[in-house]
């Protein structure tokens, strides 16, 4: 086996690397060591050269399984251009191109070959590759062959039985997802450590960004999260607002009165690609998204990514807040959370898995409305059909069901979301359907489960970034966070005993809690100590009991702020279901009968806590710089840029047009002064950016 020096002079070599990035070298010396591996990396965290430098040391070829056929072309020229013969096998060739690559195979011309994984549907082909020497099978996007994953391929299921044909080879399957369920299934799909080899390896790695600022604010309702937004647009200029729907984008756009481009999956394809253009060469710098705004969105000079609403999931909210500060530099994710939008999200997921109920209800009407023949309606007029379910998305779902298991046939009429419906004969009876409803409502308590996570993340009250490492089961602690807002509400307010009047305050707010224990969260319980008059308050008659409007002077942020301390100081317990409520600790009750006294961090009166100011310091600079010069160097930017056939930051990012413009350098030397701006660069672009300084000064 390779030591490792060689490993080094392998890496630089080959593909120009000086150093393993995190988790690389373990994986590699596993596979090296003969062991089936499981990689667990974000994406962009380096899972390729975790079977391609394997494939340069081992006898025989590599064989890589990947869903993303649009790429496969791109990743065997890119490991040409490295001096390492690859091809690949997809449904873009025909037979006797896949014929004569696969002589090559056996003639060894290849260390790597991708394979698209519907080609191992075909015996025929399992059966020309099974005489090779297959060193690694390599399985990318493994989470393809979970159920459970969010991308479930039919196709993948097929690889147990190739590896068999194919003799067993060792295997890596990577992935990003990492959910327990997930994992549990490549393992035992893909045979992992099993025939005589060791337990297989899992490593998990990369899911730490130390420059993320993570945040969640708890507002209080849609003005208040447009205000969040303005505010961070004004201080850190460049990033993504990400809504749960269609409807939310359009309005944030609408409303928030900045430049700013709006994306969602109901635009045409022409608007999208306008749209992301746009954003991505530098031409606009906010953009408003639902999660359809993702794969390509490359732009490495986000300074912020907020949350409009709560997304499903820690894995889709990780995935989206992290496109934030892919330069490293330092940059907010913020989330904005109102416990009304899980609602949003409990919609979607009964939308996906529709119940037994609907699906047989619906099974009943089209019974009935398509016995005289097929039917052309859409969706909605055929859930107006069903007057129980409220859901339209549901019975789009359950028509999908019944559909695969071949109750009903639909013709798709573009343009309008409208099908032509008809039974298919002989017609089934209900319970002769192959409808797997165990599986369906396992689904949907998983959904639910990781829609607990995410909740359970905003509320959380130590470090983010623990939480977030804890979830992908990444071991890398982060013990001196001081990036999130948790971690720096603990460093930044010192620890302190209570003046009288904020005793008084904390045992107002005590025995409110104490009043409605374990009945109410925490937004009611401030609603009723401000003596908020709103309709949940109303209903739930807390505006009858004797503490309501007791902190009515304080105003609302101030009481958030308040029982936020008193949380952390462990005076009250934060339940962890489905409604966190909140009830009185032990220690809670001794300090509001004042038989104890305790120090915390309490909120400053006068001035209202803004939780998320005082972090936004450490991202933000004020403008310090002369406007002038930076907007007409960003408009030199714009056009070189695009002269170029690249994005705007690939000439300088933002960061660096900000130096130029506050230092305003006279010389080429004084450029190579500047963050952002080495030799290559100044040769470049710097003569261009001295004249456009001294031009607009
Ligand atoms: P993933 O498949 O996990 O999304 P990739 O394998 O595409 O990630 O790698 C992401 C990026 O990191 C690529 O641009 C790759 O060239 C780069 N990269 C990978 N390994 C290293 C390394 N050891 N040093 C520097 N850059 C690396
Ligand atoms: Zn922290």
Request: net charge neutral.
């Amino acid at each position: 086996m390779i030591d490792t020096t060689q490993r080094h002079r392998l890496l630089e070599q080959h593909f120009g690397f000086r150093e393993f990035l995190e988790g690389q070298e373990h994986v590699i010396e596993n596979i090296l060591a003969g062991q089936d591996t499981l990689v667990i990396m974000p994406t962009g965290g380096g899972k390729s050269l975790c079977y391609q430098f394997p494939a340069l040391a081992l006898d025989g070829i590599t064989v890589v399984v990947s869903p993303l056929i649009a790429l496969m072309k791109d990743q065997v020229d890119a490991l040409a251009a490295k001096k390492i013969p690859a091809t690949f096998i997809n449904s873009s060739l025909n037979q006797s191109e896949i014929d004569s690559r696969i002589t090559g195979m056996q003639r060894g011309d290849y260390r790597l070959v991708y394979i698209a994984p519907e080609r191992f549907k075909s015996e025929r082909f399992i059966q020309a590759l099974a005489p090779l020497s297959i060193a690694l099978f390599a399985v990318d996007e493994a989470h393809c062959i979970s159920q459970w994953g969010h991308d479930f391929r039919p196709d993948y299921i097929r690889l147990k039985w190739a590896l068999k044909e194919l003799g067993q080879p060792q295997v890596i399957a990577l992935t990003a997802t990492a959910t327990p369920e997930v994992r549990a299934d490549i393992v035992e799909q893909l045979a992992l450590g099993k025939f005589g080899r060791q337990e297989p390896q899992i490593f998990v790695s990369g899911f730490a960004r130390h420059n993320l600022h993570l945040a969640v604010s708890h507002v209080k309702g849609k003005a208040a999260k447009l205000h969040r937004i303005t505010e961070t647009i004004r201080q850190l200029k460049t990033g993504i607002v990400y809504c749960s729907t269609r409807k939310h984008v359009e309005k944030v756009a609408a409303e928030l009165g900045v430049k700013c481009i709006a994306y969602h999956g109901a635009m045409t394809p022409e608007q999208r690609t306008k749209a992301q253009t746009k954003f991505m060469n530098g031409d606009c710098d906010v953009a408003i998204a639902t999660n359809a705004f993702g794969m390509g969105i490359d732009r490495a000079d986000l300074r912020f990514v907020i949350h409009f609403d709560i997304p499903g999931s820690v894995e889709a909210y990780y995935q989206e807040a992290g496109r934030a500060g892919r330069d490293g530099e330092p940059a907010r994710c913020e989330m904005l959370f109102n416990y009304a939008d899980v609602r949003t999200q409990e919609f979607f997921i009964e939308g996906a898995n529709p119940t037994r109920e609907i699906i047989a209800g619906l099974y009943h009407a089209l019974l009935q409305l398509c016995r005289r023949g097929p039917i052309t309606m859409s969706i909605d007029d055929i859930a107006e059909q069903l007057p129980t379910v409220k859901n339209s998305m549901a019975v789009g779902s359950a028509l999908f069901q019944l559909e695969r298991a071949g109750f009903i046939a639909r013709d798709y009429e573009s343009g309008n979301r409208t099908y032509t419906t008809g039974l298919v004969e002989p017609v089934k009876a209900f319970d002769e359907l192959q409808i797997d409803f165990e599986r369906l409502e396992n689904k949907r308590q998983r959904d639910l489960g990781k829609l607990q996570k995410i909740i359970a993340y905003a509320g959380h009250h130590d470090c983010r970034h623990n939480f977030i490492l804890d979830y992908f089961g990444d071991d890398e602690a982060a013990p001196h966070c001081v990036v999130c807002d948790n971690c720096l509400a603990h460093t930044n307010t010192a620890i302190r005993q209570p003046t009288e009047d904020e005793t008084v305050s904390i045992q107002k707010a005590l025995s409110c809690v104490a009043r409605v224990n374990g009945r109410f969260g925490r937004a009611r319980i401030a609603q009723t100590l401000v003596g908020s008059r709103s309709k949940e308050v109303v209903d739930a008659r807390l505006d009858q009991l004797s503490t309501y409007g007791l902190l009515a002077a304080q105003g609302s942020d101030y009481v958030w702020a308040l029982l936020d301390s008193l949380i952390r100081a462990g005076c009250i317990a934060v339940s962890t279901g489905e409604y966190p409520t909140l009830s009185l600790t032990e220690l809670g009750r001794e300090v509001m009968l004042r038989q104890k006294t305790i120090s915390l961090a309490l909120p400053e009166v006068a001035k209202p806590k803004k939780r998320t100011e005082k972090k936004s310091a450490k991202v933000a600079e004020e403008v310090d710089y002369n406007r002038e010069v930076f907007e007409a160097l960003k408009k030199w930017r714009r056009e070189r840029a695009s002269r170029l056939g690249k994005p705007a930051y690939h000439v300088f990012p933002d960061k660096t047009l900000e130096e130029l413009a506050r230092i305003l350098p006279e010389s080429p030397a004084d450029l190579l002064n500047i963050r952002g701006i080495g030799p290559a660069k100044a040769k470049m672009f710097g003569d261009e950016a001295l004249k456009i300084i001294t031009g607009a000064r």
